[in-house]
């Protein structure tokens, strides 16, 4: 009996059948069990202006049927995603239900513009851990916050659209909201606090 024989048509068989596997898996055979879907499509928003209405070519300032662009009534922030900061946030509109304080764990929109509205949309939240607390921690560096500047804010909104923005701007130790309140082109403003309750200087 030869048992080097048998004992290489042992280590043979394994060895084919793991040189196919591979080779399987090589060649894609083996990629039909995972799902793959279609990315996104990214449609790019002009800002822009509001117009007045042109009759015969000639503008009519104050004309009270101006143009708009179509934007659905109903479309709200739903959520805010910073994937460098690690920052995921649900957005909710804070209400009189909820008292005067911002909420925790969510973000919160102010009642000015909605994504894709041509305004601002002005959204906050506390400096905390699990909230916007990397803004804040980022700002304080050296550098004022440059880092933060080429960041993409995913906005989601109720309709499933995204919106992607670019951070281009961090402005420290704010007092007011007039810049946001009369933005008229397309822009998201983020704001969190700088100190502890009652701090009034704002990021």
């Known amino acids: 009996m030869d048992t080097r024989g048998i004992g290489l048509r042992f280590r043979l068989l394994p060895a084919i059948l793991t040189a196919t596997g591979l080779a399987l898996l090589a060649g894609g055979l083996m990629s039909y069990t995972t799902a ?52 995921d946030l649900p957005i909710m509109l804070q209400t009189d239900n909820y008292g005067l304080y911002p909420l925790c764990d969510v973000a919160l929109r102010a009642q000015l513009g909605q994504p894709g509205q041509g305004r601002a949309t002005y959204i906050y939240a506390h400096a905390r851990v699990g909230m916007f607390l990397p803004l804040l921690t980022r700002s304080e560096r050296p550098d004022n916050g440059e880092s933060l500047k080429g960041m993409t804010v995913e906005v989601y909104t109720s309709d499933n659209w995204v919106f992607l923005y670019t951070i281009s701007e961090v402005r420290r130790h704010t007092l007011d909201m007039n810049d946001a309140i009369n933005t008229t082109t397309e822009r998201l403003w ?5 100190g502890v309750r009652g701090h009034v200087p704002k990021l």
């Open 36 to 87: 793959v879907e279609a990315p996104p499509t990214v449609v790019a928003l002009a800002s822009y202006d509001p117009l007045p209405t042109l009759r015969g070519g000639v503008s009519l300032p104050g004309a009270s049927d101006q143009v708009s662009a179509s934007f659905p009534p109903d479309r709200v922030a739903t959520r805010i995603v910073i994937r460098r900061l690690g920052i």
């Open 190 to 194: 983020l704001q969190t606090s700088e």
